[in-house]
């Protein structure tokens, strides 16, 4: 014999849950204000392939913003490069690299129609130990620590369009100030600047 609940009771128990998970900080949508001008817009990139791409159209999404396709009336976000670098920090006795320090960094372009458009870049920065007795284990460690460091500057890049907020209701681009340096994720540095380039026209990229 099949046990049903009664509704009153189903309906009290959703109440609940729900009621729990906004106690607890639980969100199903992303924590940044997007300005309204940027809630549909077109993302284009240098690999649209690219892990990268992928994670920042995950926080695109994840924060309500429409994708649609790229024309001349729409807001886009051109991702322009990524690369990642590093550098020994500290050594072994046998003058093997014991300390390393990984950096991502990112351009991209944000392009308002009508209001013109900015390019800022945005690096994130962890150091890790390099035992070389552990090589496969710290390659997979590596793996992981890059495509962190992809999720977080995806997840800035988002945080930057929200303080674009007040250039727009300035009717300008050329007061869209950079974020300071980040430190709320434990072992990362996060750092955005805008970056100084010259006058371009507003033309999107579709590679």
């Not at 920065?125 to 997979?140: E, G």
């Not at 009717?171 to 950079?178: L, R």
């Amino acid at each position: 014999m099949r046990l049903t609940l009664p509704s009153t009771f189903q309906l009290s128990l959703v109440i609940l849950t729900a009621t729990l998970l906004s106690a607890c900080g639980f969100h199903l949508r992303g924590d940044y204000d997007i300005p309204e001008e940027l809630s549909t817009m077109s993302l284009t990139s240098y690999d649209q392939y690219s892990s990268f791409t992928r994670f920042v159209k995950g926080q695109l999404r994840l924060n309500e913003i429409k994708l649609v396709e790229p024309a001349e009336n729409v807001p886009n976000l051109h991702l322009v490069s990524e690369s990642i670098s590093e550098r020994t920090l500290s050594l072994y006795q046998n003058a093997r690299a014991a300390e390393k320090e990984l950096t991502f960094r990112a351009s991209y372009r944000v392009t308002i129609p009508e209001l013109g458009d900015k390019t800022f870049s945005t690096s994130v920065t962890r150091s890790y130990l390099d035992n070389p007795l552990t090589a496969l284990a710290k390659s997979v460690e590596r793996d992981m620590i890059e495509d962190e460091m992809r999720k977080l500057a995806a997840s800035q890049i988002i945080r930057q369009m929200a303080r674009l907020k007040a250039s727009i209701q300035e009717g300008t681009m050329d007061s869209a100030d950079a974020l300071q340096p980040n430190n709320t994720k434990s072992g990362y540095k996060i750092d955005t600047i805008e970056e100084r380039v010259a006058p371009s026209s507003n033309s999107i990229e579709t590679q």
